[in-house]
């Protein structure tokens, strides 16, 4: 048994204190659990997510498009590294933020195209999806 939930919503939500309850709560019952991030959640992800932040908080310019591609770039090495291999080894992987969280901030945040978003998805996960996704 095993699966990929994703944990979604706004910051400041729980997402993370939800993430350590159930990742204890499969411990306890004897699962492998997996706790991960977007961004972050690899070595090239964690140096993705500084640029992220830095840009944010010195106020340089990234442009939307940018960001949307370093998120991308970001899920892409996630799931080659991280999501697929744990699946693989039958393990359960909490995972806070993925696509969801894109289209929430770069399609309604920055105003950047849907259909660009969903594309570049569909590139960067051919056909791998969660098993489920819980909405804070």
């Keep these: 048994m095993s ?11 729980g997402k993370t204190t939800l993430i350590n309850s159930v990742h204890l709560a499969l411990i306890k019952k004897n699962f492998t659990s997996i706790k991960t991030r977007e961004p972050g959640g690899t070595n090239l992800g964690k140096k993705i997510r500084e640029l992220l932040l830095e840009s944010n908080a010195e106020c340089t310019n990234i442009s939307p498009l940018t960001e949307l591609l370093l998120f991308c770039a970001d899920r892409s090495q996630h799931l080659t590294e991280i999501l697929k291999p744990s699946l693989e080894q039958k393990n359960f992987v909490l995972c806070d933020r993925f696509i969801y969280s894109t289209i929430a901030y770069q399609v309604y945040g920055r105003g950047l195209d849907a259909k660009l978003i969903e594309s570049l998805n569909k590139i960067v996960l051919n056909s791998f999806k969660p098993n489920g996704v819980i909405l804070l």
């Design 3 to 13: 699966g990929l939930f994703i944990f979604e919503g706004v910051e400041g939500s």
